[in-house]
């Protein structure tokens, strides 16, 4: 029996008009079948070893139920909400349109381990094309709740037949339809919308799904993106590096490496293309800084600012420097990696338009960013804005140059009386959230710490992207240093790293330049032949070196 639980207070909304079909036809002159699992999928009977594994239906008003529609009502406002007028109101779909039905699968394993999927049943085109998640289904939502014709729906099963997305702009169609939306989500009556395309997708000969089965992340990925990880630089960055006691010098991260239980980083110092300084273990965090947590140093040599790194004729300035030209020359690098960026790991089976391409992670500036975390957010005013990357899109413009859109959802760090949970974010995510709330003591002064949605499936370019998200307890310790930090964890402060860090290319001037990959981006800064390592995904099977021989300068 389920407990009786607080309920969170939402306002209702709904959407009148359903495309949503109780039986679908398999196949040209078959009875037709109802659209939902089928009878096999829904026997419950344990096997022998005492798994189980069925379908059905899901309780009304029970948690799946209930997270499901919170979670489409909530986009579904915020998405016409173009003023913002409804951003502090939690809403809730009142039900789901007329002939939809959520399902879920319930296996349980031998040993007991159990976990259930919700699936909602009732697209037109039947059982297997049924929706996976609320975030699958939103955009079929958003669409019914346009006038927009069928086969202007840009959700993953509508827009997917044929492996191919329609873009015929319905994005931004979906937008300007405030109006229609209003009326329709207010109006009680019925406009059942009878499907126009009766053709099954069997007899079509689509398949709606096998061909879109993702690769899934890579280990690198995987890695990154856990929560309390242990390492928080990453191969490829640009980090300031602690020289000697009060000097710090600009550098790139080569490899990294857990010993024991620790990380160490090998690091390459950038410079001028003639000298190169040997590259350095370290073992400290804190003997390392992400580039945009300090601004940018002014040149030794002032009669250079204002150049590029390869605008310097370094043969002929080298001779009589008046500085020291390897500071300068990392100072002039950074500033080329800030306003670079390149794309890497292709992501062949992610839906693209003709002409574009999905990657799985871009280096931007300084840092290397993963689909599938949060980047923080330009924002007017002091909002705490993060897009958590659902897709990175390239369009090329020119041989050398492109378009980068993120898509994502757009989050707004707030303040809330009452905390809503299984919020749909990155495990990193919650688990920052629920160290600030443990720290201040959420519980106790009923203030939580929460992300709310402001913009699901939204669209961002480079320039809205500051930067890389950090964990407030990973990196603000490091930033304040640890006395001042624990001084206000103490005192039940929490803060907020990001509003220690810059933004990317917000002292640079020049645009943003594509690269080919991370290795030209530094180009001569570094030793010929320099590699980022790949980590676990390398094939190459890079080796990190062990300790540096003092006397010969060569690591072993
Ligand atoms: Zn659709």
Known sequence: MATAKPRIPC?????????????????????????????????NTPSADGSVDYYRPVQPDGDKDLDWRRKLGQWLVLAFDSKNEHKDTQFILSRFPENYTLWEHVRVDATGARRTDGYLYGHPDGRSSRFRSPAEFFEHLAWLATPLPKGRCICKICAGKG????D???????????PAHQ??????????????NTMPSAARGVSTTSTRAPTGPSLE???????????LYRPGELVWYNKTKDTWGLAVISMRQIKDDSPRY??????????????????QENDLRPWLAWSVPTLGYSKLQGCTYDQVNWEEVIVNYPADPVVDGSILAAKVIDSSYSLFEQDENALANQGERCYKGIYLGAEKIWVGEPVRLRSLG???LVLVIKKIIERMTSPTTSNVTFVGDVWKFVKVHTPIKDLDLPARMIHDLNWRNRVEGAAQKGIWNEWRIMEPNARRTLGDVKGRWYETQALLRVLRGPATFENELARGITGDAGLWMNGRGDFNETGDLRQQDRESTFGRAVPAGFRVSRGLDDSA????????DQNTGIYH
């Open 11 to 43: 306002k209702p909304v709904m959407v009148a008009r359903s495309d949503g079909a109780t039986t679908f036809t398999v196949r040209n002159g078959q009875a037709p079948e109802p659209n939902e699992p089928t009878r096999e999928q829904k026997i």
């Open 163 to 166: 492996g191919e997305t329609q």
């Open 168 to 178: 015929d702009g319905t994005g931004v169609a979906v937008k300007e339809t405030k």
């Open 183 to 196: 009326n329709q989500a207010q109006t009680q009556t019925q406009t059942q919308m009878k499907p126009t």
């Open 221 to 231: 990925q995987r890695l990154d993106s856990e929560p309390n990880g242990k390492y």
């Open 266 to 283: 090998l690091v390459q110092p950038l410079s001028h293309p003639f000298s190169h300084p040997p590259a350095h273990i370290k073992d």
């Open 382 to 384: 002091d909002d705490i």
């Open 541 to 548: 099977g890079d080796r990190f070196p062990d300790y540096l």
